[in-house]
């Protein structure tokens, strides 16, 4: 009798224990994520890929993301208004990890900018496979009044390695009638490029999308890949965080760097014949040192 007792306690015991647990996954309060994203992972759709994956583990955590450009993208972080940041222009990061405003970097992904321009290329640029000898060449035949070149001009991610760029080649471009800022994200950058037949660097995630799209018939790839024009995703905690939605940024930093990465793998392969964007996986130490090298670079 006694045997029947334990065995009954036992078996309600563990009942109440799956009923917590249920509770703790799918009744417990929502946790509300707000995230500014540098806007080539938020229009390729790699953000709704990460938030439906996280969903299915955490369903409790709800994602906002913000697309802006990398540099506003941290200006909120400091302005305590976001929880994580996903960026991708080191020498700003590198200025508010030492605030103090983000922590617990993530390289999660890397691609390349490239240098997309009209397919006649009236600045001779197709058959350089340097970037700051190709500003070169288009800041000389900007000056002819042969082409123009259309840049965000908006301190995001690509803006900010476009600069670096012009400051390598010696050149100030700003305030030349053939170079035109829109001071706007990166596909209507592309798509002002496109109508004005004019050079645009560009991330390749961004333009493949585009380009697959048909929205970029008067553009095409003449630079790109290269060592040089390496971009670095990074995902990180701002200082806002406390509590339970820390420890909720905590497990989607974790699960970039580690599940995620297949997706990563994977996504857009089959609209594109290849990812949109590379995983980190298996190339940590390697962008890691890349990282640093860019982040000191001045602009």
């Given amino acids: 009798m006694m045997l029947r007792h334990i065995v009954v306690l036992i078996v309600l015991c563990l009942i109440l224990i799956a ?9 417990r309060r929502e946790i509300r994520i ?4 540098t806007t080539s992972l938020y229009a390729t759709g790699l953000l709704d890929e990460l938030e439906s994956e996280i969903k299915k583990i955490y369903p409790y955590i709800d994602i906002d993301f913000v697309p802006v450009g990398s540099g ?4 909120r972080a400091e302005m305590g208004d976001v929880h994580m940041v996903f960026v991708h222009a080191p020498s700003l990061e590198a200025k508010y990890i030492e ?12 691609n390349y900018f490239i240098i997309a321009g009209p397919p006649n290329d009236p600045a001779g640029i197709r058959d350089i496979n340097n970037a700051t000898e190709a500003f070169k060449k288009i800041f000389k035949a900007g000056e002819m009044g042969r082409t123009v070149f259309v840049s965000r001009g908006d301190n995001s991610g690509t ?18 009638n053939w170079y035109l800022e829109t001071g706007s994200g990166m596909s209507e950058t592309l798509r002002i490029a ?15 999308k585009l380009k697959k799209e048909g929205k970029l018939p008067n553009l095409e790839i003449l630079l ?7 971009n670095i995703y990074s995902a990180y905690i701002t200082n806002k965080c406390s509590g339970e939605v820390k420890e909720a940024v905590l497990k989607i930093l974790k699960y970039l760097s580690t599940e995620f990465q297949d997706v990563i793998a994977n996504y857009g392969v089959d609209k594109f014949g290849k990812p949109l964007f ?13 990282w640093e090298l860019l982040a000191h670079i001045k602009t």
Avoid at 34 to 37: E, H, K, M, N, V
């Fill in 278 to 290: 590379n995983p980190a996986k298996g190339k940590e130490n390697y962008l890691k040192q890349k």
């Fill in 72 to 75: 506003e993208a941290l200006r």
């Fill in 194 to 208: 496109n109508e004005r037949r004019g050079y645009v660097l560009t991330d390749i995630s961004t333009f493949l």
């Fill in 34 to 37: 707000i995230a500014t994203t």
């Fill in 19 to 27: 009923v917590v647990v249920s509770y703790n996954m799918f009744v």
């Fill in 159 to 176: 803006h900010v390695k476009e600069s670096s760029i012009w400051k390598q080649a010696g050149l100030n471009s700003s305030g030349k």
């Fill in 224 to 230: 790109g890949e290269s060592e040089e024009l390496i």
């Fill in 99 to 110: 605030k103090g405003i983000i922590s617990n970097q993530v390289i999660f992904a890397y």
